[in-house]
Structures are given as C-alpha cells and as structure tokens.
C-alpha cells in the first residue's frame, strides 16, 4: 500500500501503472518533467497598505500572459488545427476582461488576499456559476477560464515553463494537471515525446491538437502528478490510454519492441500514399479527407486523400463576431481548396451552424436543446440572403474545378425544396451580373433518422449522400453527443444505427448514386471491413487516419466479408459478434 506524507505518495519501488483516456495514438517513454501548476496556491492575508503591490503584481502576470498568448497566435503554424486561433483569442478574451479583474481587485483590496487566493477565490465563484448554466456549451467553458486562470497563475509564481528536452538527450514525457491547446502548440516542434493531463476528455479540444501532432497522449489519468517525480522514467501508451512508472527493465525493453514494430508499420503506411485504395477482390474504394479550413489541403494531399470529401464551411465563420466573411471572401476560401486539391474533387458542405458549434453565442446556446433546435440547414433556410452569399461563393469556385455541395441536417421534403430553389435563386443572381459559375454536383447529408429513412426519395434529387454519422448516432440514439454523462451510452455500433447505415447504403447502390461516410466512424480502422462489407465505398476523414484505413482496404475481400458484415448488423449485441472476428 502506499502511503502519504507531506502531501506527496509514498511509493514502494515497483512499477505502477495509472489508467486514463486514449486520446492520441502511439507509445512513447522518457523522463517525467512536471508541468509546474495545478497544485497549492500560496494563500496568506497581507497587510493593506500592500494592496497596490498585489495588484501590480497581478497586473504584470496578467501582461505577460497576454504577451505569452499573442507570441502563440503569432507564431501558429500554417497547418495548425482550425478552431486554435479562434480558441487563443477566447483565452486573450478572457485574460482581458474587466469584470474578472474588477472581482479580483475587490479580494485584494477589500479581502486583503494575496494575488494568487484573489484570483483562485473568484475563480471559484466563476466555477460555481458555470456548473449552474444549464447549456452544456456554456458550461464547458469553465475549462477555458481555469486555463486562463493557470497561465496567471503560473506567472504569479514566476515559474518557468518546462523546456524541452537538449538535443540528443533523453525524451521527456510532459506531466501536467491540464493542458490548454496554446501549452500543446508551444510544445508543438518535437519538444515532447508524449503528454499526460489529469484532466481532459478525449473530444476536448486539446485531445484535437495532440492527435493533430501525431504524439501519444493519455488524459484523464487521475493521480499521475502524486504519482510521478520528475525524471522518473514513464512509458505512455496512448492506444491503451496508460501511464506505466519507473517500469522494470524486461518491460522497458518490450514496450520498445512495439515502439520498433510502430515505426516500421508507419514507414509501411507511408509508402502507401500513392497506392490506389483497392481491396484484394477488386473493389476501387475512394479515400477522402474532412477539412475545416484551406490550409488542411497540404495535409490531405500528404496523407493521400483523393479529394475532399467534406470541408466544413462554418469554420470560416465561427469567431468572427459581427464580421462574418462575405461573397468574396468565401469564394477566395473554397477557391483555394479547389486549386490546391488540383482537379481532385471537392465536397463543401453549407454552414453548419448552431447545437455544440454557435456562431458567437447568437441563436444557439440560448435555447433549452440547441441539438434539435435553428441549426445546419434550418439556419441557413432562415436567413436566404446569408445563404444565397454562401452559395453564389460556392457556385463560383465551382468554375475553377469539380465541386460538391452538400446540406447538413436535412430532415424534411420541403427542406430539399427550399434549399433547390436558393441553389437556382444563386445561379441567377450571377447570371444577371454576368459572373462565371460551374455545374456542382448535389448531395444531402444523412445525419437524422428520418432521413435515413427516406434516403430514397432523397435521391430522387440529389447526386449522392454523405452519412454523417457523428449526428446520425446521436439522433438514432437520442445521446447529446457533448454531454458527457451519456458519452457512455453514444454508440456508432448500436444494431439500429448498423441497420440505418446498412439501409442508406443499399439505396445508393440500387439508385447508382454515390454514399459516402464522413462521420469518425469511417476514419475507425477497426470498423473499415465491417464497413466494405455493408458495402461502403467511400470513406471521407481526419487526413491522419487515412494510412491505416487504406491498409484495412488492401488486405480485405469484400466476398468474405459481406455475410459477416449483414450478421454484425443484424445481431442484437454487434459490438460482440465484431469482436469475435477473427478475419
Ligand atoms: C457528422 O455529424 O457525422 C458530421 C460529419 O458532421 P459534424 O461532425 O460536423 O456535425
Ligand atoms: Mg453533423
């Protein structure tokens, strides 16, 4: 048993293994460096004569977090996830505004605390309104101001950000309570062989960013910080979300086998970028990536994608306040991907707006279920005039090279109808002024039941459909699909959502129209068989997942397949029948 004292974990000499969130894939091993932060706060009455002190104090930490964060955003590379600009300027948003630093004042001032207690007191009372909001949106943004309050804190303390590890030196593994996605980037240029939190979850943002960086990371693994001492020497593995402490040597060596075994079979992988997705029966399957802003072509191309099979328009408007990008700029944006994806195909989907995505706190998140509430399409429907912008942009980047559309959400007949006409309504608008315009294919996304069930006569107007099946799970299922205490009952395997998939897939097929996925599940290496036995063929996901799916692809017979996939989809526990496969 171990014990405590001062505080700190006693520990016996022997291998300790603590278990967390598999959030970015990959082993890694190296000595601890522990994040300072997250732990006491010096907490002490001073005199009052001392407040200007305090509040200096706490004015230039403030200063230099702000310095810190604009250094960030500066310097964010140009292939750096989409919504990281957008975060980096909520935490400056945050760190600056007056209502926060008017509170903390008052502790100082009124209270007599030091600048540390001031600012955590009035993060408790922050916290404690946040756990009262009742939309989850909201409330998740408790974790952006303890970030914000972390970075102040740290510079209270004066302390010094770890540094990485010397070249040529042992690999470090970062051991932090928490890390913002801005702590990730800064660590961004191989600082790091892996990162562990004790807080986070695996969709959180700074989950994105670890995985974006292709480092093995474990979150959520509680106790690590009691647990480990600097330069104990860890293995992380990131595929079982593990943290193994001051591992005996037999163990050491095993876990760097597998790290030998990684890096040959990603050598391999990338070998096959070039390599046409192809199972051994013969069956061409097409590879595409989901994208959410222009620069995420370099990452496609280099992954191997053979087009882009959903780019998520609304990240161009999401942080824009009331200057939401016009005409002009939405078609420089989708000319971009066009041109750069050099006559591949490209699939751009209309804004999808609203539920876990607001536009700057409008509409959504003032709604009791902003999920079935003026969200994708219905947003769109009710603003024609932001729509038709949208689509005249569309229409025209179609010009420079082969284009889809497709709208999100669809759920009605009289949907499809509206969204038509607004699709002519724009062509017309160019005509008249004689701009340039090129065909575009159109699809509709299959994210609700209800359209799953009518895929067919869906069909009847569209080219293709694309399942989204991160919506379509949650609505089959009726899970918030950000609401964490359901997370465990959010599926993608569940019979009816095997069944729907199974269904929309057949109408393709019996229509000769293209379905594709662009749901995570299609980027799930351990789904693709089941998958190309239900009869997909077209895959859209995250550019880095690409490889190991394509690998799935070469070694798989859809012939032997397509009985197993029907039997997983029919059983009444699914996940158990896959598991036993063995092919
Ligand atoms: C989906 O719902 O599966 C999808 C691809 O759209 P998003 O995740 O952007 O809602
Ligand atoms: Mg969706």
Redesign the pocket.
């Known amino acids: 048993m171990d014990e405590t004292a001062g505080g700190r974990l006693l520990r016996k000499p022997m291998m300790q293994r603590i278990q967390g969130l598999a959030v970015a894939h990959g082993v890694a091993q190296g000595r601890a460096v522990l994040m300072p932060g997250g732990g006491d706060v010096a907490r002490y009455h001073i005199e009052p004569e001392q407040a200007p002190l305090e509040l200096a104090r706490m004015g230039s930490a403030r200063d230099a977090a702000v310095r810190e964060l604009d250094g960030l955003r500066a310097a964010m590379p140009a292939d750096a996830p989409a919504e990281l600009a957008a975060l980096i300027d909520v935490h400056l948003q945050v760190l600056q505004d007056e209502m926060l630093h008017g509170a903390v004042a008052r502790w100082i001032t009124e209270h007599h605390y030091n600048a540390e207690w001031a600012l955590t007191a009035q993060m408790e009372v922050f916290g404690r309104q946040f756990d009262a909001m009742e939309d989850a949106y909201l409330r998740e943004r408790k974790a952006d101001l303890e970030q914000v309050v972390e970075r102040v804190l740290h510079h209270l303390r004066g302390a010094v950000r770890p540094e990485p590890a010397s070249e040529g030196g042992e690999p470090r593994i970062l051991v932090a309570r928490d890390l913002s996605p801005a702590d990730l980037l800064q660590y961004r240029d191989g600082a790091f062989a892996g990162f562990v939190t004790e807080a986070g979850a695996a969709t959180s943002h700074t989950a994105i960013v670890a995985r974006s960086m292709g480092i093995p990371a474990v979150m959520a693994a509680r106790g690590v910080r009691q647990l480990v001492r600097p330069d104990d020497w860890l293995i992380l593995d990131g595929d079982a979300g593990a943290v193994i402490v001051d591992p005996p040597p037999g163990v050491r060596a095993e876990y760097q086998a597998r790290q030998r075994e990684m890096a040959r079979r990603d050598a391999e992988l990338d070998g096959l970028r070039t390599v046409p997705a192809c199972t051994r029966d013969g069956h061409a399957v097409q590879l595409l990536a ?1 994208i959410e802003r222009p620069a995420d072509v370099a990452a496609a191309l280099r992954a191997g994608a053979v087009g882009i099979g ?1 780019f ?1 328009s609304e990240f161009l408007f999401i942080g824009r306040g009331a200057d939401l990008p016009g005409e002009e700029e939405q078609y420089q944006a989708y000319r971009a991907v066009v041109d750069g994806m050099q006559g591949r195909p490209v699939t751009i989907r209309t804004i ?1 707006i609203g539920a876990d995505k607001p536009l700057d706190g409008t509409h959504a998140g003032q709604v009791a279920n902003p999920a079935l509430g003026l969200r994708a399409i219905r947003w769109s429907l009710a603003d024609p005039p932001m729509f038709r912008t949208q689509l005249r942009a569309l229409l025209r980047a179609a010009a420079h090279g082969p284009v889809g559309v497709m709208f ?1 959400m669809l759920a009605h007949m009289s949907e499809i109808r509206q969204a038509l006409e607004q699709v002519a309504l724009a062509r017309d608008e160019l005509a008249a002024r004689g701009a340039a315009s090129g065909a575009v294919r159109l699809g509709a996304m299959i ?1 609700v039941p209800a359209a799953a069930l009518m895929a067919e006569a869906f069909l009847r107007h569209f080219d293709f459909l694309s399942i ?5 799970v949650q609505y089959t299922l009726a899970i918030d699909r950000t609401d964490e205490t359901v997370a465990h009952l959010y599926d993608p395997l569940h019979p009816a959502v095997l069944r729907l998939l199974e269904d929309v897939i057949a109408v393709g097929e019996r229509c000769g129209k293209e379905v594709s996925i ?3 599940i299609a980027g799930d290496a351990a789904l693709t068989r089941l998958l190309l036995g239900l009869g997909l063929r077209s895959f859209s996901m995250q550019p880095t997942h690409i490889p190991r799916v394509k690998q799935q692809i070469l070694q798989a017979e859809v012939g032997a397949l397509q009985a197993w996939a029907r039997q997983v989809a029919h059983a009444d526990e699914p996940r158990a029948v896959l598991d036993q496969a063995t092919r």
Do not use: V
Request: proline share 7%.
């Open positions: 989901n959903l998520r999808d999100p994210e989204g099946t991160n919506d379509l662009c749901g995570e």
